[in-house]
């Protein structure tokens, strides 16, 4: 028996937005050249280079020259963390980040501190949620040049108190950058921050167009080969289809994101409560209320992560897991791992706009039997 | 000092916390059982199991047979 595909992992990638599609098959013919050029095609390229800019910025709440594109939301994130340090040298060599940040900034992170420079880990409460005590301690230190927090956990939902983390950075004078890759497009942006960056195929747009914005008079100098595009913060040519389409679905995720919110923070409330009551020896992890609206992880005792991924997959589910058997790595997910959760037989589901309600329930129905069967599998039923 | 030890070097997890719970209800309250387990996510999986269940963790030591985590019955 075939299931039809039900696609639950928009926190990795959403489904691309009509709208993004649509934007990007006009680009293709219309925005092909280099808009840094003189003549009649590159001032058309420019144009919607420009437009795109402004679209961006206004949803960010923002300037258009604070806004640069970039190949990735990764590449924007490792850009804001050296970048941010190396404007501050003079400071200190000290990044104070959250111990839940996403791989790119901690992978930035260790470029950093392999180069003589320290950071500093501030812990997450078994919720997920950033110790403010010890952020506030770890921003005070001396020689503190940067400080790295992510808007809302990318792996369990939980939405960080950045607001609070900001004004203990403002104290101190310490920059704040902000990786808002999960909520870019879905919720309001926090107040308070000097660095951000998105990643456009989290809120629909194509794959391979990041966001980094610098506020003006933010000290943030280029960790790159010097290149005078995107205002020196990125080098090489911009993807500009791609970058027409980011923008132009932004544009409409956060036109409807409110409505969107709305609707899915209610599916995601269902999943928490019917799967911590219909499957057996589950732990539904994050905070229960301080939370994405799109975004929900649980564990499953005794269970493979890997063997629970792929039945689902045979299931027609597509979900993602912070389990070790299903990284590359073979560790379990640090974000979970700072929470001292569970971390095997783990799944995170994340929603997006064609995610409908008989997906949800669909999901909901199948997931008890498909647990007990693994389980049945490996012999841990009664354990 | 433990009263006794299970070896789990070379299982992947949840098989370290599986072993552990099955060894759980077959030693009297009060014995301390070690889990010798060199996967890394044991570090994460056995205090959180016992969080779940009700049992005592008491901490994870380093010794020369990797890393080990040791786990009290309480009920």
């Given at each position: 028996?075939?299931?039809?595909?039900?696609?639950?992992?928009?926190?990795?990638?959403?489904?691309?937005?009509?709208?993004?599609?649509?934007?990007?098959?006009?680009?293709?013919?219309?925005?092909?050249a280099?808009?840094?050029?003189?003549?009649?095609?590159?001032?058309?390229?420019?144009?919607?280079?420009?437009?795109?800019?402004?679209?961006?910025?206004?949803?960010?709440?923002?300037?258009?020259?604070?806004?640069?594109?970039?190949?990735?939301?990764?590449?924007?994130?490792?850009?804001?963390?050296?970048?941010?340090?190396?404007?501050?040298?003079?400071?200190?060599?000290?990044?104070?980040?959250?111990?839940?940040?996403?791989?790119?900034?901690?992978?930035?992170?260790?470029?950093?501190?392999d180069?003589?420079?320290?950071?500093?880990?501030?812990?997450?409460?078994?919720?997920?949620?950033?110790?403010?005590?010890?952020?506030?301690?770890?921003?005070?230190?001396?020689?503190?040049?940067?400080?790295?927090?992510?808007?809302?956990?990318?792996?369990?939902?939980?939405?960080?108190?950045v607001?609070?983390?900001?004004?203990?950075?403002?104290?101190?004078?310490?920059?704040?950058?902000?990786?808002?890759?999960?909520s870019?497009?879905?919720?309001?942006?926090?107040?308070?921050?000097?660095?951000?960056?998105?990643?456009?195929?989290?809120?629909?747009?194509?794959?391979?167009?990041?966001?980094?914005?610098?506020?003006?008079?933010?000290?943030?100098?280029?960790?790159?080969?010097?290149?005078?595009?995107?205002?020196?913060?990125?080098?090489?040519?911009?993807?500009?289809?791609?970058?027409?389409?980011?923008?132009?679905?932004?544009?409409?995720?956060?036109?409807d994101?409110?409505?969107?919110?709305?609707?899915?923070?209610?599916?995601?409330?269902?999943?928490?409560?019917?799967?911590?009551?219909?499957?057996?020896?589950?732990?539904?992890?994050?905070?229960?209320?301080?939370?994405?609206?799109?975004?929900?992880?649980?564990?499953?005792?005794?269970?493979?992560?890997?063997?629970?991924?792929h039945?689902?997959?045979?299931?027609?589910?597509?979900?993602s897991?912070?389990?070790?058997?299903?990284?590359?790595?073979?560790?379990?997910?640090?974000?979970?791992?700072?929470?001292?959760?569970?971390?095997?037989?783990?799944?995170?589901?994340?929603?997006?706009?064609?995610?409908?309600?008989?997906?949800?329930?669909?999901?909901?129905?199948?997931?008890?039997?498909?647990?007990?069967?693994?389980?049945?599998?490996?012999?841990?039923?009664?354990? | 000092?433990?009263?006794?030890?299970?070896?789990?070097?070379?299982?992947?997890?949840?098989?370290?916390?599986?072993?552990?719970?099955?060894?759980?209800?077959?030693?009297?309250?009060?014995?301390?059982?070690?889990?010798?387990?060199?996967?890394?996510?044991?570090?994460?999986?056995?205090?959180?199991?016992?969080?779940?269940?009700?049992?005592?963790?008491l901490?994870?030591?380093?010794?020369?047979?990797?890393?080990?985590?040791?786990?009290?019955r309480?009920?």
């Amino acid at each position: 028996m075939s299931a039809s595909p039900v696609y639950l992992d928009a926190a990795t990638a959403a489904p691309m937005h009509p709208v993004a599609r649509q934007a990007l098959l006009a680009a293709l013919d219309d925005g092909w050249a280099d808009p840094g050029k003189l003549y009649t095609q590159a001032r058309r390229a420019r144009q919607l280079l420009d437009a795109a800019r402004e679209a961006t910025a206004l949803t960010l709440g923002v300037r258009a020259d604070e806004v640069s594109f970039t190949p990735s939301g990764t590449t924007a994130a490792h850009g804001a963390v050296l970048g941010g340090l190396a404007g501050r040298r003079r400071v200190g060599s000290t990044l104070v980040h959250s111990a839940i940040e996403h791989s790119a900034v901690l992978h930035a992170a260790e470029r950093h501190v392999d180069a003589g420079g320290i950071a500093t880990a501030v812990p997450v409460d078994r919720l997920g949620r950033l110790d403010l005590t010890a952020w506030s301690t770890a921003v005070r230190a001396p020689g503190v040049a940067l400080a790295a927090l992510i808007t809302a956990s990318h792996e369990v939902g939980t939405v960080q108190p950045v607001a609070e983390a900001a004004a203990a950075c403002a104290d101190v004078g310490v920059p704040l950058y902000v990786d808002a890759a999960q909520s870019v497009g879905r919720v309001p942006l926090p107040a308070g921050w000097s660095v951000l960056t998105a990643s456009a195929h989290k809120w629909g747009g194509p794959p391979g167009v990041g966001v980094l914005a610098v506020r003006k008079g933010v000290r943030w100098e280029s960790p790159w080969p010097a290149d005078e595009r995107e205002s020196g913060r990125t080098p090489g040519v911009v993807n500009l289809p791609a970058v027409v389409a980011a923008a132009a679905s932004l544009r409409a995720a956060a036109a409807d994101a409110a409505a969107e919110a709305t609707r899915l923070a209610a599916l995601v409330d269902r999943v928490r409560e019917r799967v911590a009551a219909e499957v057996p020896d589950v732990e539904v992890v994050g905070d229960p209320v301080l939370r994405l609206p799109h975004l929900v992880t649980f564990s499953c005792l005794y269970v493979d992560g890997e063997a629970l991924l792929h039945a689902l997959d045979r299931r027609g589910f597509a979900v993602s897991s912070g389990s070790s058997c299903t990284s590359s790595t073979l560790r379990p997910s640090h974000v979970l791992e700072a929470m001292g959760v569970l971390s095997h037989g783990n799944v995170r589901v994340s929603l997006h706009r064609e995610t409908t309600e008989a997906d949800v329930e669909r999901f909901l129905t199948e997931l008890p039997g498909i647990v007990t069967g693994l389980r049945a599998e490996a012999g841990v039923v009664g354990l | 000092m433990p009263d006794e030890v299970i070896d789990c070097r070379g299982q992947r997890c949840p098989l370290p916390v599986i072993a552990a719970a099955r060894r759980m209800p077959e030693v009297s309250v009060g014995t301390v059982v070690r889990v010798l387990a060199d996967d890394p996510a044991a570090a994460v999986d056995i205090p959180a199991w016992c969080r779940m269940r009700g049992q005592e963790f008491l901490g994870s030591v380093n010794g020369p047979e990797g890393p080990a985590y040791d786990v009290r019955r309480t009920h």
